[in-house]
């Protein structure tokens, strides 16, 4: 069984290096194509739009909460099958410290949608 599972792998390693392979030759393009996509900005331009910093903080702090949620479905898992006292512990730590961290940000209005 193990043989039989290499040589799947084996084969399909084989069979996506071959199709990238194929893919990665230059066809007919444009100039267009070939120069980067900036978010609809004109790469070449020296003016630039201001960028938010208000807007900046915002994301940041979304995705270290939402890295800190997703590390929740691990524990709350491991909770469901066996409910061990340092494990509710570290648990409950975690909550907290995540709370303390979202209260201390909506207090310095790092939350605000808009600005006072």
Known sequence: MF????????????VLLFTIWMLSFPGVSS???NTPFECGF??????????????FLLVVLFLIFDV?????????S???SSSTVP??????LFL?????GMFH????GALDWVSA
């Open 78 to 80: 491991v909770l469901a």
């Open 68 to 76: 800190e949620v997703a590390l929740l479905f691990p524990i709350l």
């Open 3 to 14: 043989y039989l599972n290499v040589m799947f792998s084996l084969i399909l390693v084989m």
């Open 31 to 33: 100039f267009e194509k």
């Open 42 to 55: 004109d790469p070449l331009s020296n003016m630039r739009a201001p960028f938010s910093t208000r807007f």
């Open 96 to 100: 907290v410290i995540l709370l303390v």
């Open 87 to 92: 494990l509710m512990i570290s648990l409950f």
């Open 105 to 108: 940000e909506w207090n310095e």
